[in-house]
């Protein structure tokens, strides 16, 4: 694959990359660059993380080594549970992304526990933290905490480990949402003061809940690898997706970020009668189908409903095997 495009690849999709001028320096090395991205712990794999997976596998493909970090420590200081059970719940973590793509021998998964309690990455942690405002450090979590209202310290020590995991793991790209900008932007400024090099940070947007509001675990709209296809169906069946709409509609971003990524072209099954399938090779092209009217939105959600099924049952399958 050449340059240009591999930094296609790279890009498609993401919210933003900080700098696109560094990520192309690192695509003319000649050497495999080192991906990563962390997860704490949880006992919902759904879309969000699902997106940053597909990112991981396009890496990959433009030959970068992919590095997963399961967070387990960082799941235990934002009160996730017990360390024991936060690396129970790592392990199955482990095997979903393996079910969605990510081969384990070419992808590193590593357990923040197996570096993070060691003297010297612990003494760093610290210097980071001499450097660091209070202020910046909640900054840095408002977006990734559930209770911020009330801090612990442990979780004002997250994002100094987070941005320490960057430096420890020898990361060239840290890949994560949107909502880790403030944490990625202390390591770009921090590590180089420490003596480390400052991580080129690609980001990934935020997804719509299925009813168009921000995605929730309280309020249950979202899909999660664990949903049955009955489950997915009724669903995908209650998502907001209003005729002719194409902008904050949360079924097109599933075609968008999680089937066009992984399927060059989709059919949408139809009757004779309502104009026979549809044979859809980009993402624009369905949306300027179902802008101009001529894909219903009850075929648009069927059709979402079977590809998911494809993505998602190699993950339950894997993920009942294991348990």
């Given at each position: 694959m050449d340059?240009?495009?591999?930094?296609?690849?790279?890009?498609?999709?993401?919210?933003?990359?900080?700098?696109?001028?560094?990520?192309?320096?690192?695509?003319?090395?000649?050497r495999a660059p080192r991906a990563y991205t962390g997860y704490e712990p949880s006992g919902k794999i759904h879309m969000g993380h699902m997106l940053t997976v597909s990112k991981l596998l396009d890496l990959q493909r433009a030959g970068f080594k992919i590095v997963v970090l399961l967070a387990d420590l960082h799941g235990y200081l934002n009160e996730k549970g017990s360390l024991e059970d936060v690396q129970r719940t790592a392990e199955m973590n482990r095997e979903a992304f393996i079910a969605l793509g990510l081969d384990p021998d070419e992808t590193e998964f590593v357990?923040?526990?197996?570096?993070?309690?060691?003297?010297?990455?612990?003494?760093?942690?610290?210097?980071?933290?001499?450097?660091?405002?209070?202020?910046?450090?909640?900054?840095?979590?408002?977006?990734?905490?559930?209770?911020l209202e009330n801090p612990k310290v442990s979780q004002m020590i997250y994002p100094l480990m987070q941005a320490m995991d960057i430096a420890w793991l020898d990361v060239d790209l840290a890949v994560g949402g949107i909502d880790q900008r403030k944490i990625h932007m202390l390591a770009r400024e921090g590590l180089p003061r420490l003596g480390f090099k400052a991580p080129v940070c690609l980001h990934t947007p935020i997804l719509l809940g299925l009813d168009g509001e921000k995605m929730s675990s309280s309020l249950g709209n979202y899909i999660s690898v664990d949903d049955d296809e009955d489950a997915i169906k009724k669903k995908i069946r209650g998502a907001f997706c209003p005729a002719k709409v194409v902008d904050g509609n949360p079924v097109l971003e599933i075609f968008r970020y999680h089937i066009f990524p992984r399927f060059e072209t989709?059919?949408?099954?139809?009757?004779?009668?309502?104009?026979?399938?549809?044979?859809?090779?980009?993402?624009?092209?369905?949306?300027?189908?179902?802008?101009?009217?001529?894909?219903?939105?009850?075929?648009?959600?069927?059709?979402?409903?079977?590809?998911?099924?494809?993505?998602?049952?190699?993950?339950?399958?894997?993920?009942?095997?294991?348990?």
């Amino acid at each position: 694959m050449d340059k240009e495009e591999a930094l296609r690849l790279i890009l498609r999709n993401a919210e933003e990359v900080v700098r696109e001028e560094e990520l192309t320096a690192l695509l003319e090395e000649g050497r495999a660059p080192r991906a990563y991205t962390g997860y704490e712990p949880s006992g919902k794999i759904h879309m969000g993380h699902m997106l940053t997976v597909s990112k991981l596998l396009d890496l990959q493909r433009a030959g970068f080594k992919i590095v997963v970090l399961l967070a387990d420590l960082h799941g235990y200081l934002n009160e996730k549970g017990s360390l024991e059970d936060v690396q129970r719940t790592a392990e199955m973590n482990r095997e979903a992304f393996i079910a969605l793509g990510l081969d384990p021998d070419e992808t590193e998964f590593v357990n923040g526990s197996s570096f993070q309690l060691e003297e010297d990455y612990m003494l760093n942690v610290l210097r980071l933290a001499r450097d660091t405002t209070l202020n910046r450090a909640r900054r840095s979590m408002d977006e990734v905490s559930r209770s911020l209202e009330n801090p612990k310290v442990s979780q004002m020590i997250y994002p100094l480990m987070q941005a320490m995991d960057i430096a420890w793991l020898d990361v060239d790209l840290a890949v994560g949402g949107i909502d880790q900008r403030k944490i990625h932007m202390l390591a770009r400024e921090g590590l180089p003061r420490l003596g480390f090099k400052a991580p080129v940070c690609l980001h990934t947007p935020i997804l719509l809940g299925l009813d168009g509001e921000k995605m929730s675990s309280s309020l249950g709209n979202y899909i999660s690898v664990d949903d049955d296809e009955d489950a997915i169906k009724k669903k995908i069946r209650g998502a907001f997706c209003p005729a002719k709409v194409v902008d904050g509609n949360p079924v097109l971003e599933i075609f968008r970020y999680h089937i066009f990524p992984r399927f060059e072209t989709i059919t949408i099954e139809r009757p004779e009668k309502y104009g026979g399938n549809l044979e859809i090779e980009s993402f624009n092209a369905l949306v300027e189908v179902f802008r101009r009217g001529e894909l219903h939105p009850m075929d648009l959600k069927n059709a979402a409903s079977s590809y998911l099924e494809m993505i998602i049952g190699p993950v339950r399958s894997r993920l009942s095997e294991v348990k």
